[in-house]
């Protein structure tokens, strides 16, 4: 079995993560009820027709793929696999509306052709004139480790050495609206405090976060992709011992873990498996990241892309912490993220730094 | 040479039956399921032919037993607990004890029910508990909860080829030794908005649909669900269960020509079925049926079949395309053709590619036309999709 590694990355998303900081001037959203993704500068990716014609989703994934692309140093790739909860949601519903509105009169084939889930892999594909395998994955909260285990899956046992693998999801207003009425997303005048949740569900975000895996270790090699697991039901009080399991599938023990990143999004319904995740974990930094970027079905992509940063620059931005851990880790070797959507689809995801 | 996927159940409902042997009666009883819609109110009533299963979503709900007024079905969920309840007991495993997987697919998830309120939830408290539904990830789990399905679970969305990525996913994760039993398959009810957009596409046709005829008008839409059971050899023959049949064989390849349209030389399609072969390391020869994909567009009937005559070298086996028996099922075709590809092999039966009548210029391609006897050791079948989606399934024995 070849190793996989994660040789590039490129993340747009609610704070300044296009670039190589590693959110070195975070924006703080305590007060938000909303976090929308800051747009980059799509005009050096994307023709100025196609900007207009694109929704967001799709025109932060090209954008995110391109950085990742770059980083890792390849022009071509061997798989486009991405992972989105409601895939391209704002043409989705322009077509619905219309389609209501109008009583099925006067609908153009655009919105919905860019509707469909897999617009964002087919859309990346065909800029890249990629015949390359091409796969997406709608499974919620474990869109993203879908597509990341498949893309796992074709390096170490089909030996290709650049997959392109990314989770996407965008803000749609009348979704947002209709989830807010059932506490998926926290409502306008409910505050984003992860830490000490109070209300029933989270605040929502967006994001494009995309990366290049493959089987040789670079230059800019962030970090080597151990496992990706995932089980659709773990009883509340055996997700320790879901964690157990993985850890000693992979010989390890919680104190060789130096870093837990934790999905906690606010929602005071299901924050509390995270506390449980985290019981075991006496030396590990723990570390959370839905306060700056929001919630979303792909968000994991996000936690990704913090651990892949933590191994690659062997640091850990102070605004991740709940609490600065009084003693810091000289090195992180290995990190964890454990994440579940709403007390279902848990998911593990294990690094080793290089 | 890759190791053999056994497929130890199966399960489908569609227009032409709600389980394996009413689909297989109404296959050699050239029974076809294509009718003018009955269950949605649209405007395109008169103008279009689907294959829709003719019961209503209350009583699909009485078939599984589902009391709850409150509850999470979308016609599609009950389309798709139908058949992977047919193909667990089929095989006959036990998911409320073990850790199964499921792959599941879907194109439009719950829309039958968002299209139904999306103006209404806001107002109307009774509905909200549908709102989730939205979200295609909740499609599956619903029927998860259900059934008692515990695994590994996902979902795929790839247009058309939907159903044949979730068998091959299925089959990969056999291979990588991370499961050892996994329900793969699709599912898609009607709604208002696939049967609009694709009208939009004006790929709609208003007479049943022919594929590789020279005089086809587009395709009808269908709705339905089909799932598979995959198992690795060291559990099926450990709990003494002889497989139907083997997935030897299977690839995906993306055209990358446009987002919905196949290129014509049908590039794409080609890469699919060629990987397919060298996966299931066979030869074009060993192949004694190909199920195609023939939606019976202008643009994919000449794509795929240019296709077809590229990869067998002009010597093309017995194919056909079954659509005119249940319309294109979306998410759902590539499994629903795997259990007819399953069927095929155990019957010994090539099934007629109904309303064909003048054969395309641009080549010589001529379907089965009846329902013909014959030894099937091995069946292709191709289900190709927007986004360039091409993926190609071999089936043995």
Sequence with gaps: ??????????????????????????????????????????????????????????????????????????????GIITGTGMGCIQDSEKFLSKLIEYNEEYLTPTPFIQSTHNTVAGQIALNLKSKAYNFTYVHAGNSFQSA??????????????????????????????????????????????????????????????????????????????????????????????????????????HDDIDAIILGNNGDVKFDHLYTKAEENFETAEKVYFKHLFGDFHASPSIALWIASNILKKQHIPEVLYRNIPRERKSSYKKVLIYTHYRGQDHSLILLSNV | MAQNIAITGMGIVSAIGMNVEENLMSLKGNKHGISKIENIDTILRDSIFVG??????????????VKEVVNNFSRTSMLGTLAVKEAIEDAGIDVRSENIGFINSTTVGGM???????????????????????????????????????????????ACSSAANAIMLGARLIKSGRLDKVIVGGMDGLCKFTINGFNTLMILSDAHNQPFDDQRKGLNLGEGAAYLVLEAEESYTKRGKKPLAFLSGYANANDAFHQTASSENGEGAFLAMQKAFEVAGLDVGSIDYVNAHGTATPNNDLSEGRAILNVFNQNVPDFSSTKPFTGHTLAAAAAVEAVYSILSLREGIIYPNLNFETPMKEFDLIPNL?????????????SFGFGGNCSSLIFVK
């Design chain 1, 1 to 78: 079995m070849e190793k996989c590694f994660i040789n590039g990355l490129g993340c747009v998303s609610s704070q300044e993560t296009i670039n190589d900081d590693f959110l070195k001037s975070p924006i703080d959203y305590s007060d938000a009820f909303l976090i929308p993704a800051l747009k980059p500068d799509y005009k050096s990716f994307i023709p100025p027709a196609a900007i207009r014609r694109m929704s967001n989703g799709v025109k932060n994934s090209v954008v995110a793929s391109a950085y990742a692309m770059k980083e890792a140093n390849v022009t071509e790739v061997d």
């Design chain 1, 148 to 253: 990341l285990l498949d893309g796992m899956m074709k390096v170490q046992l089909d030996n290709k050495n650049s997959v392109l693998v990314g989770g996407v999801d965008e803000i749609g207003d009348h979704s947002l609206m209709l989830f807010r009425l059932v506490n998926i997303y926290k409502k306008e005048d409910e505050k984003n405090d992860i830490f000490y949740p109070q209300t029933p569900g989270a605040v929502m975000g967006e994001g494009a976060t995309f990366f290049v895996l493959g089987n040789e270790k670079q230059d800019n090699t962030s970090a080597e992709l151990l496992d990706v697991d995932m089980l659709s039901k773990v009883e509340d009080d055996n997700v320790p011992n879901y964690i157990n399991q993985f850890l000693e599938k992979h010989n390890l023990v």
């Design chain 2, 52 to 65: 829709e299963i003719k019961k209503i979503n209350q009583e699909l709900l009485d078939l599984l037993g």
């Design chain 2, 112 to 158: 039958d029910i968002i299209e139904r309120y999306y103006n209404t939830f806001e107002f109307e408290k009774d509905e909200q508990h549908y709102i989730e539904v939205h979200d295609a990830g909740n499609n599956t789990n619903v029927i998860c909860d259900y059934l008692g399905i515990k695994g590994m679970v996902t979902t795929i969305s790839t």
């Design chain 2, 370 to 382: 009846q329902l013909k006897s014959k030894e099937v050791n091995a069946v292709l079948s191709n």
